[in-house]
C-alpha cells in the first residue's frame, strides 16, 4: 500500500518539476531480497503492464542506451538495438550503472541521469493514460502520462520486449 509522508526529492523529481511534467509521486516499502518491478507494482496495487523498468544498455562503441520496458517483460536486445540505430546491444554491468547514471540498480529512473541518453520505450506504454517509473530512489515510483516522459526524454517508441514462447 503506498505510504503517504514527506518525500525527499530526487534528481528525477526535480528535473521534471523544472520541465513543468506533472506527476505523481507514490512511495512503497523496499524489500532488499525482491527488487523486482512486479513485486513493487503489487505493493502499490497497480497494473505491473503500467509499471516501467529501466534497463541501462552499452553498444560496442561505449555509447549508452536507455530502455524502458513493462516490469513483467524482458528486453529484446536485437530489437532495442535496431530501434536505437546499433549493430548491437548488451545490458550494462550492474557495477557500472552508479557511476555512469547516478542511480542503483532497483531505483534508475529513465530521468534525471548524470548526463541524458538515448531512450527507447516500449509501445505497450501507449495502452494506457499514466504509467510508472522509477522515481531515482528506491521505495519511490513516479505516475506520469507516457506521452509526458517520451516527449521529456527525447524518446523512440519502439517494439523492444521479448516474444513469450
Known amino acids: ?21 506533472s506527476f505523481e509521486v507514490l512511495t512503497y516499502e523496499v524489500d532488499e531480497s525482491d527488487l523486482s518491478g512486479i513485486h513493487v507494482s503489487e505493493q502499490l496495487g497497480e497494473d505491473p503492464g503500467q509499471g516501467f523498468k529501466t534497463l541501462v544498455t552499452q553498444a560496442p ?3 549508452h542506451v536507455v530502455c524502458c520496458i513493462p516490469v513483467a517483460e524482458e528486453l529484446d536486445l536485437k530489437a532495442a538495438a535496431r530501434a536505437a540505430g546499433c549493430k548491437s546491444l548488451a545490458m550494462m554491468h550492474v557495477r557500472d550503472l552508479l557511476p555512469t547514471t547516478g542511480y ?21 506504454c501507449m495502452r494506457y493514460e499514466q504509467i510508472f517509473i522509477s522515481g531515482g530512489k528506491r521505495g519511490i515510483q513516479l505516475k506520469l502520462a507516457p506521452d509526458d516522459l517520451i516527449a521529456h526524454t527525447g524518446a523512440t517508441v519502439a517494439s523492444i520486449c521479448a516474444e513469450r514462447a
Not at 503506498?2 to 526535480?14: F, H, I, L, P, Y
Not at 542503483?104 to 505497450?124: A, E, H, N, Q, Y
Request: aromatic residues 2%.
Open 1 to 21: 500500500m503506498a505510504r503517504k509522508e514527506k518525500v525527499q526529492k530526487t534528481n528525477a523529481m526535480r528535473e521534471l518539476e523544472r520541465a513543468g511534467v
Open 61 to 63: 562503441d561505449g555509447s
Open 104 to 124: 542503483v540498480r532497483g531505483g534508475c529512473s529513465p530521468v534525471g541521469m548524470k548526463k541524458r541518453f538515448p531512450t527507447l520505450i516500449d509501445g505497450r
